[in-house]
T-cell receptor, first 112, second 113 residues
Framework: KNQVEQSPQSLIILEGKNCTLQCNYTVSPFSNLRWYKQDTGRGPVSLTI?????NTKSNGRYTATLDADTKQSSLHITASQLSDSASYICVVSTGTASKLTFGTGTRLQVTL | DAGVTQSPTHLIKTRGQQVTLRCSPK?????VSWYQQALGQGPQFIFQ???????QRGNFPDRFSGHQFPNYSSELNVNALLLGDSALYLC????????????FGPGTRLTVL
């Protein structure tokens, strides 16, 4: 069964600090992995996408890594801001839109 | 480009009623997928429409049905609403290729009382 597990479930950090979110998956076949940011009550917004051959991708203060051998990904947020408070969802695709497997997300709260 | 739009933003219904949610895809996209996201959970795939036909379906009962119009916009219909249908309903549109490049709308928050 295709599964995506994320950790931690929730995280509280001080503004300006860095943090790393984890994603482990058992999805086959693998096409790509995305990280989404979802504000409460809003639709997810794509941050990064990585294919099998890519092991790192950056988008501003967000840097995602992918280890296709161990089926692990991480999202590193640098110099966090209050606006980073959101849920971060890891999504793994088998190649078609109907075959996306979503993680349950990590809820990040950035405080003063 | 307006991106993916959904209406209404919020909706309150009572058990047993029927509801219709609407979605307009991003310009140039021809495929629309619908997801249900319960509070604190990841989105669950309901179904996908392409060329006005349901192409794929997730594990949802027949109470959930949909439609896609010639302009690629789509509707999600839910009959005989249950309390458990309360959720955020997300619409995502995809470009012709790659089909898994999905852009999500802001969602419709449905509350069933």
């Amino acid at each position: 069964k295709n599964q995506v597990e994320q950790s931690p479930q929730s995280l509280i950090i001080l503004e300006g600090k860095n943090c790393t979110l984890q994603c482990n998956y058992t999805v086959s076949p693998f096409s790509n992995l995305r990280w989404y940011k979802q504000d409460t009550g809003r639709g997810p917004v794509s941050l990064t996408i990585m294919t099998f051959s890519e092991n790192t991708k950056s988008n501003g203060r967000y840097t995602a890594t992918l280890d296709a051998d161990t089926k692990q990904s991480s999202l590193h947020i640098t110099a966090s801001q209050l606006s980073d408070s959101a849920s971060y969802i890891c999504v793994v695709s088998t190649g078609t839109a109907s075959k996306l497997t979503f993680g349950t997300g990590t809820r990040l709260q950035v405080t003063l | 480009d307006a991106g993916v739009t959904q209406s209404p933003t919020h909706l309150i219904k009572t058990r047993g009623q029927q509801v219709t949610l609407r979605c307009s895809p991003k310009s140039g996209h021809d495929t629309v997928s619908w997801y249900q996201q319960a509070l604190g959970q990841g989105p669950q795939f309901i179904f996908q429409y392409y060329e006005e036909e349901e192409r794929q379906r997730g594990n949802f009962p027949d109470r959930f049905s949909g439609h896609q119009f010639p302009n690629y916009s789509s509707e999600l219909n839910v009959n005989a609403l249950l309390l458990g249908d309360s959720a955020l309903y997300l619409c995502a549109s995809s470009s012709p290729w790659p089909t898994d490049t999905q852009y999500f709308g802001p969602g419709t928050r449905l509350t069933v009382l």
